[in-house]
């Protein structure tokens, strides 16, 4: 079983590489992912302006399948202020939850989600909005370099 202390958000060449079966794999997760997390938090159904801004209060992390930690399963942005989710509830065996930075957050969003705004689904406890929330399903383009 991978440590979490081993773990790392993927590189942008792990992204690249990412076939259209991950893609499937990580479309189904999405799936699993979003039942389980609904159980805590309701999720906006329209998009909203992405939170990495220069200056924002949020703190960050990525979900990512335990078989293959290229597949981002979702990007979060939590409101510092806010109360913490049962990650451990929400994993189960499959999934990774892993904080990360505001720039390793911002490589992954704009590898995967090239397009500059509204990629992000307000998440909210109650009627507080809590934080903002992007899936791998959602991927609109992976970033290629031109040679």
């Not at 065996?93 to 704009?110: F, M, P």
């Not at 705004?117 to 507080?128: A, D, G, I, L, M």
Request: glycine fraction near 4%; aromatic fraction near 10%.
């Amino acid at each position: 079983m991978l440590s979490i202390v081993d773990a790392k958000p993927p590189a942008p060449a792990q992204l690249r590489s990412l076939s259209s079966s991950d893609l499937g794999v990580i479309t189904w997760r999405v799936a699993n992912f979003k039942e389980r997390i609904r159980e805590y938090v309701g999720i906006d159904s329209y998009t909203t302006r992405d939170p990495l801004e220069p200056k924002d209060d949020y703190d960050y992390s990525v979900v990512l399948d335990r078989k293959n930690l290229a597949r981002v399963i979702s990007l979060i942005a939590a409101k510092k202020d806010a109360l913490p989710l049962p990650w451990s509830d929400i994993m189960a065996d499959t999934l990774l939850h892993l904080q990360i930075s505001k720039e390793n957050a911002s490589v992954v969003k704009y590898e995967l989600m090239p397009k500059d705004n509204n990629n992000f689904y307000p998440y909210r406890y109650s009627t507080n909005i809590a934080g903002y929330i992007m899936f791998g399903s959602q991927i609109c383009g992976i970033s290629r370099e031109m040679g």
